[in-house]
């Protein structure tokens, strides 16, 4: 085969490209990472007041304590906390007191964060909002913001005939469940998607791990981990 003809069939071979991902996901834990505070902790200081929030707090100071040492179980000590302030409300009344939270505490966001998932959503990117809070309150952020466009995957609420038992109907949406969750909402092929992560804890840690791109939140600015 001569010089030229051998220039001309390597010309014809092609290399396969590497398979682009068809859609593009953005995960964002919500306390910390799009908040500046705690949320559960707000609500009850918006919905009780601030002494029964630390009279509450100052009951359950011994389990509190027993969950920073690894001794007790998040969720347990959340769900007993949760119980004490709202269990035997309405599902309607709690959802409207959810709805009123947001709308008057709106300075709990993070102006940066809130606009990385408007420019998401303006991308047609698929958000996902993977939260340990109760999604009834995490929701209202957005519904208030006009995001609707996201989803919530928090923690869920328990309800018997219209009331809240104080029980919660899923896991706790904290470390693995995280990745869980989003699991279950992403059908196609792990390959199909490229997802970034957004977190701010220990809790969010398998998340980012999980993730093609991961960010921890620092001093209200977001870097690069992965």
Known sequence: MTESNTQKTNATKHTPAAEEPEEIVRCFDFDGT??????LIELIRFARGTWRLVL?????SPLLVLMKL?????WKA??????????????????????????????????AGIELIREALSRRERVLIVSASIDNWVSAFFTQTSLYGV???GTRVEVENGLLTGRF???NCYGKE???RIQTVLRQSRNHYHITAYGDSRGDREMLDA????????????????
Do not use: S
């Not at 906390?81 to 300075?107: K, S």
């Open 178 to 180: 995280k990745v869980r």
């Open 211 to 226: 993730a093609d791109e991961a960010y921890l939140m620092k001093g209200g600015h977001h870097e690069r981990v992965k």
């Open 151 to 153: 989803q919530v995957l």
């Open 56 to 60: 509450g707090f100052a009951l359950y």
């Open 78 to 111: 959340k769900q007993k906390i949760f119980a004490l302030y709202f269990r035997r409300m309405r599902i309607d009344t709690f959802n409207h007191v959810c709805q009123e939270f947001a709308q008057q505490r709106q300075w709990l966001l993070r102006p």
């Open 169 to 171: 109907e899923t896991r």
């Open 70 to 74: 690894h001794l007790y179980p998040n």
């Open 34 to 39: 799009l908040t500046t505070r705690d949320t």
